[in-house]
T-cell receptor
Framework: AQSVTQLDSHVSVSEGTPVLLRCNYS??????LFWYVQHPNKGLQLLLK??????LVKGINGFEAEFKKSETSFHLTKPSAHMSDAAEYFC???????????FGTGTRLKVLA | GAGVSQSPSNKVTEKGKDVELRCDPI?????LYWYRQSLGQGLEFLIY????????KSGLPSDRFSAERTGGSVSTLTIQRTQQEDSAVYLC??????????????FGDGTRLSIL
């Protein structure tokens, strides 16, 4: 069965320092994977997607993620955090053979001034 | 282009009243999803539409909840005899349906429902 695990429910970083949000997946094959961001009182916005074309995926707002099959990981990174990055981040994998999606439990990112 | 549109953005109603939430997906997206997000919680799947059909209603919490989609476009989620535990944000998403799920979902900003 497929699943995603977001290893941290909360992450705090100082403005200008790197961001690392961790996601591990479980799948019998190389799935598609997505990262979404949700700002307060907003819906989820697609940050980036992995669909097997390249293991390093660049997204919006300076975020990127690297698909590592050997580690079954798809961690989200950004070199320098900005105050506007404070939000909740979700790692998502499509459910194989269906049109459903499996959401991680979310990581709330706090950026300190 | 236009994204997923949901209305109303906020709804406050009294316990026991019926409410209707609307979702207008991205044009051409055949798949439509409803989710519920309670305060500080993740996303709870409610129902999925492929065109006008709902092959998966497994997430609807009770028979007070129903949804329909007409013309392969607009969808409405109806909650009858609302209860306080129905208070949440209801999110709608649409996608180009494709086996294997390579297409991402696109979300609206949600309807914030408060039951007094």
């Amino acid at each position: 069965a497929q699943s995603v695990t977001q290893l941290d429910s909360h992450v705090s970083v100082s403005e200008g320092t790197p961001v690392l949000l961790r996601c591990n997946y479980s799948s019998s094959y190389s799935p598609s994977l997505f990262w979404y961001v949700q700002h307060p009182n907003k819906g989820l916005q697609l940050l980036l997607k992995y669909t097997s074309a390249a293991t390093l995926v660049k997204g919006i707002n300076g975020f990127e993620a690297e698909f590592k099959k050997s580690e079954t990981s798809f961690h989200l990174t950004k070199p320098s955090a900005h105050m506007s990055d404070a939000a909740e981040y979700f790692c998502v994998v499509p459910h194989s053979g269906t049109y459903k999606y499996i959401f991680g439990t979310g990581t709330r990112l706090k950026v300190l001034a | 282009g236009a994204g997923v549109s949901q209305s109303p953005s906020n709804k406050v109603t009294e316990k026991g009243k019926d409410v209707e939430l609307r979702c207008d997906p991205i044009s051409g997206h055949t798949a439509l999803y409803w989710y519920r997000q309670s305060l500080g919680q993740g996303l709870e799947f409610l129902i999925y539409f492929q065109g006008n059909s709902a092959p998966d209603k497994s997430g609807l919490p009770s028979d007070r909840f129903s949804a329909e989609r007409t013309g392969g476009s607009v969808s409405t989620l109806t909650i009858q005899r609302t209860q306080q535990e129905d208070s949440a944000v209801y999110l709608c998403a649409s996608s180009l349906a494709q086996a294997g799920g390579n297409q991402p979902q696109h979300f609206g900003d949600g309807t914030r429902l408060s039951i007094l």
